[in-house]
């Protein structure tokens, strides 16, 4: 059985920064596609970023790119979000995820397999 659980979420000032944790099992780690999103109220789950094996597999939306950062700890199973210079409109419910099948556009939670139950995150101005 997969489990992913997500941890590090909190209120935080703007400019400030939190590290976000996602601790998977259940699943071979160093295969999959590993995600976040992030969801806020009365929103569509969006986008954050992906990566698959190397930190040079990254891939980030453009609302984040340069100010977050992914990585993963294969030994640890265990993915990480770096997120620095918080802006108000990164607060939202912040979710892992897996993908373990192909899928034509990696952006859409559709693609996903798994999700963790997701870690709030509150910035203010």
């Known amino acids: 059985q997969v489990e992913l659980v997500e941890s590090g979420g909190g209120l935080v000032q703007a400019g400030g920064s939190l590290r976000l944790s996602c601790a998977a099992s259940g699943l071979t780690f160093d295969s999959p596609l590993m995600g976040w999103f992030r969801q806020a109220p009365g929103q569509e789950r969006e986008f954050v970023g992906r990566i698959l094996w190397s930190p040079s597999s990254a891939v980030y939306a453009d609302s984040v790119r340069g100010r977050f950062t992914i990585s993963r700890d294969n030994a640890k199973n265990t993915l990480y979000l770096q997120m620095d210079n918080l802006k108000p409109e990164d607060t939202a419910v912040y979710y892992c995820?897996?993908?373990?099948?192909?899928?034509?556009?990696?952006?859409?939670?559709?693609?996903?397999?798994?999700w963790g139950q997701g870690t709030q995150v509150s910035v203010s101005s």
């Open positions: 995820a897996v993908a373990t099948r192909p899928a034509q556009d990696l952006s859409t939670p559709t693609s996903y397999d798994y």
